[in-house]
């Protein structure tokens, strides 16, 4: 299962997340790019998301394991 999620603290978030080694960002220049994006992304099968982000400078996708926080 992929996790999706916006942010405009990419840093804190991949550290809140628990440093997922196949982590990989995104940047958008408009909020409206951002959240099609996401809801893009979530219309995949396996991907999910959830709150906790704040933001939509940068969309972040990772794959969620024991070792992970969503």
């Known amino acids: ?3 999706v999620g916006l942010t405009d603290d990419p840093i804190q978030r991949r550290i809140d997340h628990g440093d997922p080694p196949d982590w990989w960002q995104k940047v958008f220049f408009t909020e409206t790019e951002a959240f099609e994006w996401q809801k ?3 219309t995949r099968p396996d991907y999910t998301g959830g709150p906790g982000g704040s933001g939509w400078r940068y969309g972040y996708v990772y794959t969620i394991t024991d070792l ?3």
């Open 1 to 3: 299962m992929k996790y």
């Open 40 to 42: 893009v992304m979530l």
């Open 68 to 70: 992970t926080t969503q």
